[in-house]
């Protein structure tokens, strides 16, 4: 080797990097705070090898997080069915584009093959274009006009709870997450979301989707941390209108299920699901809607007595 080439090698090693780990953050109002206790806890894999610290939220994250909610629902609940179904269908999108990292995420987070992983994604994005599909249909399938003995209108329309908790499934970190968030602002609620503790990351990634793609700020909002410590504050918050509580165990169901009562909140109990990609059915949009019933006199036209 000349001594020309021999220079040459040596200045064409590259020298060792460092890679950039990602600083996980919650999501709250469209922004992306650290936890306002300063927190984090360690995210394993499946094998106990770490993979990131993850934000422990406080109860003051959780409340600012509803806030964040409140606010966000007059604008959401008052857009239209149709609109909401582009914003969703937008998410499926933003997905789509970066399903290879959410694979790897999953993977990574569960425990499971790549392929296995890459199939639950997938899935995960179908369901949100089949959510996205109902924004706009599932006000004919729970409203309609109701016959009644007497010279009266009566109709009945599907109209959004308010501010929903919900706690996401343990097990399944994205496609059940998906499964029980989608339903909630399809229907033109808002969510404050409780990610899975033990793999808190696809949620905290989906969060980054979110921010980037047309939801507006504050309709959802997502956590991280210890579930039972979040839970907490939420069930019992006065200006949270319903809870999903998928994510609890037994106990911590009943704790916040007790908790709920105070303020008449709507509790969806756990339910157990042997397959997230089997059809979700509709029971998880009308869990969080309130059904309007409106009166109005016919009326009489004319002297023969017709009535409209």
């Known amino acids: 080797m000349s001594e020309k080439t021999a220079k040459t090698d040596k200045s064409d090693k590259s020298p060792s ?53 409140r606010k966000a629902f007059g604008g959401w609940s008052g857009a239209t069915a149709y609109n909401r ?5 937008r998410v499926a999108e933003m997905l789509e584009g970066r399903r290879e990292q959410f694979a790897r995420e999953v993977a990574e987070a569960e425990g499971v093959a790549r392929a296995k992983a890459a199939a639950t994604v997938d899935a995960a994005i179908d369901r949100w274009v089949w959510y996205a599909g109902w924004t706009d249909k599932i006000a004919q399938v729970t409203g309609g006009a109701n016959p009644v003995a007497g010279p009266y209108f009566n109709l009945s ?84 209108n319903a809870i999903d509580l998928a994510g609890a165990d037994e106990a911590l169901a009943k704790e916040l299920e007790a908790a709920a009562a105070d303020n008449l909140k709507r509790v969806l109990r756990p339910q157990p699901v042997d397959d997230w990609t089997a059809d979700p059915g509709t029971g998880r949009m009308t869990a969080f809607l309130e059904t309007k019933t409106v009166w109005h006199p016919t009326g009489s036209l004319g002297a023969s007595g017709s009535s409209y």
């Open 17 to 69: 990097r460092l890679p950039v780990f990602k600083t996980y953050k919650l999501y709250v109002g469209g922004k992306f705070p650290r936890s306002e206790s300063g927190r984090v806890y360690e995210v394993t894999d499946a094998k106990g090898n770490w993979l990131a610290n993850a934000p422990q939220s406080s109860r003051k994250d959780a409340r600012d997080a509803v806030v964040a909610a």
């Open 85 to 89: 179904g582009q914003v969703l269908y």
């Open 157 to 240: 329309s599907p109209e959004p709870t308010g501010v929903v908790a919900v706690l996401a499934p343990q097990e399944s970190s994205f496609l059940g997450l998906v499964s029980v968030l989608a339903p909630v602002i399809a229907t033109g609620s808002t969510a404050v979301v409780i990610a899975s503790e033990k793999a808190p990351l696809p949620a905290l990634s989906l969060a980054e989707v979110l921010a980037t793609s047309d939801v507006p700020g504050g309709v959802v909002n997502v956590l991280s941390g210890r579930t039972a410590e979040i839970a907490a504050p939420l069930a019992a918050h006065q200006d949270v």
